[in-house]
């Protein structure tokens, strides 16, 4: 967890710095790549990394980890033939990349390698409870990839080509620290009948490839769809200031709720009881918004002077997107974990399905703001919105499936409303009646202090005492 917390500061410290060397189009021509190149990934794993984890014996976790590697070269070698041989016509329209930007697709092949060998060897290495040098594959990343990005301008001029080239070094990096743990059992001599074992778990675990491959496909059209309307009906200088925006918005509730899911799934799934388990998750909560509502209403009145702030003026649009984008990020902190709670009811494929709704909703979201020739600006905040009404409801949902009253939601939900007014009206006092400096200080100090308060209580309810 602490390498986690390490990583992700390195990460976010790092955003403003680059920001003063890279122009908003380098870094959104590579978005548009990384993104485009993500989705073809779970054609090499068919999502079996999961079953990694949870196989019965060491020889079928290895097994598995051979036959996604194997795949991982052919899906490699028809993406590079594809680039090779598609025309530009192609490449634009699943895109949105004009002829002349499609230069960088050629690094679309190693990038899949990088990505699925990443993928592979954290759910190996998690098998094995080698939590340590999964930490230091973290950090390695997340110090890599800064310092090449930057370095590389000793010998190239800033462009969406040293920024691609400075991120995979940082994929690298993760991996070259992940390999000694493991590489000495995933020779093919020691794993002999490895293909046959491999089917085998293939037919044991085909729960993945039927539930999960769609979900994830469907999340990446999403993506697809919102960078191709980007690209084309905006540009990809305001496509990088989105990503950019979404990337600082998104890592603190990413993390948060990526520990959390770890914390709940284990404790739900011992769980006593339907009605131990529906109040753990309800006390976990109302601890979550103590946490949601100081750091919201801080937010609120302080992310666009400091962005502003922090960033060049040819980034300026990331303050704004970044506003409307703590909302949804707001309640992802609030949600984003309880998709383990769906896993423990047994209600997997209710899981899919809201995630495919969502992910829907947002696609028409995005096209009917192109359609209609909104601004950028006002696309991400209609976007954000419906985001952020797509949470409320998996959030309805969930305390529903666990059982919960609808006044018991109703008075959760009035609490986070409330919470966020409180503190946001305390920091807009404070703003508008105080020079800037003093009023940014004691607003860090009522944040720093609301937030450690409900922090306090966060592992106890966690955890059920």
């Not at 590489?183 to 794993?191: C, E, F, M, Q």
């Not at 003026?313 to 970044?322: D, E, L, M, R, S």
């Not at 995630?355 to 020739?373: F, P, R």
Request: charged content about 10%; glycine content about 6%; aromatic content about 10%.
């Amino acid at each position: 967890m602490s390498a986690g917390i390490a990583s992700r500061i390195i990460t976010l410290a790092s955003l403003p710095v680059i920001a003063h060397y890279y122009a908003p189009a380098d870094l959104g021509l590579w978005a548009i790549v990384l993104s485009l190149t993500m989705y073809f990934t779970p054609f090499a794993t068919l999502r079996y990394d999961i079953a990694i984890v949870i196989a019965p014996v060491a020889r079928m976790g290895r097994a598995l980890v051979l036959a996604m590697l194997t795949s991982m070269l052919a899906v490699a070698a028809a993406l590079a033939v594809a680039v090779a041989i598609a025309p530009a016509r192609f490449w634009h329209w699943i895109s949105g990349l004009e002829a002349a930007n499609q230069g960088l697709l050629i690094a679309m092949p190693p990038l899949l390698l990088l990505l699925v060998a990443q993928i592979v060897l954290q759910a190996y290495l998690t098998r094995r409870r080698r939590f340590v040098t999964l930490g230091v594959s973290q950090i390695a990343q997340a110090v890599v990839t800064p310092a090449a990005t930057l370095g590389l301008l000793w010998i190239a001029p800033a462009s969406s080509t040293t920024a691609a080239a400075g991120a995979m070094l940082g994929f690298a990096a993760s991996i070259a620290a992940m390999i000694p743990d493991g590489w000495r059992d995933l020779a093919p001599s020691k794993n002999r009948g490895w293909t046959r074992l491999a089917y085998r778990a293939a037919w044991r675990f085909w729960v993945y490839p039927a539930y999960m491959l769609p979900y994830t496909l469907s999340t990446g059209l999403a993506e697809r769809v919102l960078q191709v309307v980007f690209a084309t009906f905006y540009s990809v200088a305001s496509l990088g200031a989105f990503a950019l925006a979404r990337q600082i918005m998104l890592a603190p509730s990413v993390f948060l709720s990526t520990t959390m899911r770890q914390v709940m799934f284990a404790h739900s799934a011992q769980e006593a009881g339907p009605a131990a388990r529906r109040e753990r998750v309800l006390k976990v909560l109302r601890v979550l918004i103590g946490c949601v509502g100081p750091a919201t209403g801080f937010a609120a009145v302080w992310l666009v002077p400091l962005l502003t702030w922090l960033l060049p003026p040819n980034w300026a649009a990331v303050a704004h997107y970044g506003w409307w984008f703590l909302w949804p990020a707001s309640l992802h902190v609030l949600m984003g974990w309880l998709d383990r709670m769906m896993d423990v009811l047994g209600r997997q494929r209710l899981n899919v399905a809201l995630q495919l709704a969502t992910d829907a909703a947002c696609t028409a979201v995005v096209v009917a703001a192109a359609w209609l020739e909104v601004d950028a600006l006002h696309m991400v905040a209609a976007l954000s919105l419906a985001t952020a009404a797509a949470n409320i409801g998996w959030l309805v949902v969930t305390l529903r499936l666990l059982g919960s009253e609808w006044p018991a939601i109703a008075k959760l939900v009035a609490g986070l409303v409330g919470n966020v007014v409180v503190w946001g009206g305390l920091q807009w006092i404070l703003h508008a009646t105080l020079p800037p400096a003093a009023a940014l200080v004691i607003g860090l100090a009522l944040l720093g202090g609301g937030v450690a308060m409900a922090a306090m209580r966060l592992k106890p309810a966690a955890n059920g005492d």
